[in-house]
Each structure stands twice: as C-alpha cells, then as structure tokens.
C-alpha cells in the first residue's frame, strides 16, 4: 500500500473510530532492556527548533492574505519574548528529565565539559539556545556556542554555505516517486487548504484564491541550483505557520488568522489541520532520500559523533531549524505528529533526542524520541515538570522496536560527504 493510501484509510478510520487511532509509546520513562531489566542512560543528543518567532517576511502570501496582519513585538524572523519564555520552561524540563536519569546533578550547576550547546548563527537560535540553557542549568554559566551572527553555518545551511551542492534536474527526476503526497494535497488535504484560504480572506471566486484546483509543480530552478515547488501546499505553507505562530504567541483569538478560523476547541482543530501543509513542503526540500543527506551533510556527523564520539560530553543540545529536523527524521526513516500538529510538522522549541543507553552487560542501545511542547503548552507558558511533561513519543526506526543496535542508527546517519 502506497503512503497516499495509507493516509486515505487513517483519515477514514479516524473518522469512524477516533478512540482507535494507535498511540505512540510516550519518551518520559526509562526504556528496559529485553529481560525487563534497567537500562543506564549514558549520552544524549537533542537536535531542536527555534522557539516562537516573529514571521518571515517570505511567509506573508503577498496577493492573497486580505487584511493587516496583526503586529509583532519583535522584527520579522527574531525569538519573540513570549517565545524565549517557551523555551527556558522546556530546557527546564530537559534539566528535570536528564537529572532523573543520571546525565545532569539535581541541584546546582553541571560540571565542566557535561553539556555542550551549539546553535546557528541567526539570531532566533542564538537566543532560543540562550533560553534553554537558563532553565536546563539556572544560574550557570554555560558556554552558547556559535559562528559569528550573520555568517554562514554549514552545519545548519549546508546549501548556502557552500557545503552541499544540489543537481536540480538530477534531484526532481530521484524525488519524483516520494512526491505523491505532495502532488496529490488538492484531492486529500481539501479541508486544510480551504481552512487555510478561509484564514487568509481569500475569496475562491477570485481565481489566484481557487487554491484546491491548482496545479502542483516541481521542477528545477532556473539557475539550476535548487528546487521549485508551486502549487496548493507552496502556496498555503507560510500562511499556515503565521497563523500557528499567533496562536504560540497568545495573541486573542480574533487576531490568530484575523479571526476567520473561531476560536476554542474549533481554533485548535482548524490549526493542527492546516498545519500539515507546513509540514508537507519538507517533503520536497529536506525529507526525500536525494535531499536529506545533502541537507544533514555535516549535521548528521555531528550528531552520531556526539552520540558516540569518546570526547563527547553526556548533553549535547543543538539549535536550528524545522528544515534540520526534517533531513535528520527522514535519513532516520521515520515519521512524527506532535499533538496540536500535523504529521512532520516539527513544533517550534522541541524536536529529536538521540539517547544512548547501556544495560548490565555493557550493550550499548539508541532509542530516538521525539519531544516538543502542545500548542497550548507554548500559549500559556504552562510549567512543565516529569508530572506535567510536554508532549513527547519513542520514534520506532524501521526494523527495531523501541531501542535499536547503535549501528543501525550511525549507519541511517551516514552520509557523503
């Protein structure tokens, strides 16, 4: 069965049985080994997005959104203070989970060389790394590392670094047969695209506004160096994530998508359906098996040395962005949906945790998870502790369980360089 498929009988089974729909197994627990005995945890790597931004001036759907859209606290693309908020209380959270499982001292500061944080070098990652690190270690003076503000980090912007070149007609031709939800959103995301439009005023006797009937095209770009996608899901994505990142920001009801979207429970559902078209687009330039090792060219050796590397320190926290989470999840081989979100739509402030653990005979095993806060945990600030714990899930990778042989997970995290 084809994944389009798969998601026709979800969404068909979901309608008739909602109490049915399987769950994944929650990450908060102490995974066991086979014979049920303890596991050590002995090294994580976390890999997260930013937290809550002012929007990208690219995401404003020029033409389209009818109205003013509702003012900012901060310049486009900047950590907004709600959002570092946000994000202090997940680092906080982190700081509870890894004390409790030995990796971090319950009180007081880490000691030299534990936690090592990296970030990109704009400045919604600077400062969300910021905002992690005073609620993972209070108090503490730990070291935010990062290239210069402005410069470019291969490991995060692989492309724009110059450290992965891309064949544009080389890369549409290999991506073609993992495109089919993508090209087939106008027939099985008609209810999130409407949403979408509904939020952006936009009247569907209005050709441009006619977004379910429009043709989805992916084709090199004209200096060869890239991808273009147009088409329902290009069209609706930005929008999409500004009115998501109203709703993060708290902003009442009346101005999330200028009000056109309800509010309440109503508000809810009507985001985490349309957030799936956000997520939809990292299909075609992060997730697909041409594109993923490109992107993750230098992330993902960073991440299995940190993982593995002799030198490493037990916490390794690395700051970036909702595209890094994308190459990294689908050189993994797995899927995730965050609740409040659509599937593969990474959350602002949370993201993968690689934990690496040891049983008594010295076997050393991965269990990848997934960790982010609700929407409405982000909205209000809501503390977060192991009784009251943001969302997370264990992410099965093909061909294990809940833990899996250190191999199988550097081998998926192999790249060419």
Not at 35 to 43: A, F, H, K
Not at 51 to 58: E, F, I, M, Q, S
Not at 87 to 95: D, N, P, S, T, V
Not at 297 to 313: F, H, K
Request: aromatic share 4%; with cysteine; proline share 8%.
């Amino acid at each position: 069965m084809t994944r389009l498929a798969s998601l026709f009988l979800a969404g068909l089974l979901l309608a008739a049985a909602p109490t049915a729909q399987a769950m994944p197994a929650d990450a908060t627990a102490a995974p066991h080994a086979a014979n049920g005995q303890p596991l050590r945890l002995e090294r994580v790597v976390m890999l997260v997005r930013h937290g809550v931004r002012a929007p990208l001036d690219t995401e404003a759907a020029p033409g389209l959104a009818q109205g003013q859209w509702a003012a900012w606290p901060v310049a486009p693309s900047l950590l907004t203070p709600h959002g570092a908020a946000a994000a202090a209380l997940m680092g906080a959270y982190q700081r509870e989970w890894l004390a409790a499982n030995g990796l971090l001292p319950a009180q007081g500061c880490p000691a030299e060389g534990q936690v090592a944080i990296w970030t990109n070098s704009a400045e919604r990652t600077i400062r969300t790394g910021e905002a992690m690190a005073k609620g993972l270690a209070p108090n503490c003076a730990l070291t935010i590392g990062h290239k210069p503000p402005g410069t470019l980090d291969p490991l995060f912007d692989p492309f724009e670094a110059g450290a992965a070149t891309v064949d544009a007609a080389a890369a549409v031709k290999a991506m073609e047969p993992e495109m089919g939800d993508v090209r087939n959103a106008s027939t099985y995301l008609v209810p999130a695209i409407t949403l979408t439009a509904r939020g952006l005023g936009c009247d569907r006797a209005t050709p441009a506004c006619d977004l379910v009937q429009m043709r989805t095209t992916i084709t090199p770009s004209a200096d060869n160096r890239g991808v273009d996608l147009r088409g329902p899901v290009a069209q609706t994505a930005g929008a999409a994530q500004i009115f998501i990142l109203q709703y993060l920001e708290g902003m009442p009801a009346s101005q999330v998508a200028w009000g056109r979207l309800g509010d309440g429970q109503g508000l809810r559902d009507a985001l985490a359906q349309i957030s799936r078209l956000h997520g939809l687009q990292f299909d075609v330039f992060a997730r697909n098996a041409y594109m993923a090792p490109r992107k993750a060219v230098a992330l993902a050796p960073r991440m299995v040395q940190a993982l593995t590397g002799a030198d490493q320190p037990p916490v390794t926290l690395l700051v970036g962005h909702d595209d890094n989470i994308a190459a990294i999840s689908g050189l993994l081989g797995v899927h995730f949906q965050v609740q409040g979100y659509g599937e593969d739509d990474p959350p602002v402030g949370g993201g993968l945790r690689l934990e690496l653990w040891r049983d008594a005979a010295g076997q050393a095993l991965v269990r990848v998870a997934y960790v982010a806060q609700t929407p409405d945990q982000v909205r209000t600030l809501a503390p977060l502790s192991l009784a009251t714990p943001p969302w997370s899930a264990v992410l099965a990778l093909p061909g294990c369980a809940e833990l899996c042989p250190v191999k199988t997970v550097t081998d998926k995290l192999s790249v060419a360089r």
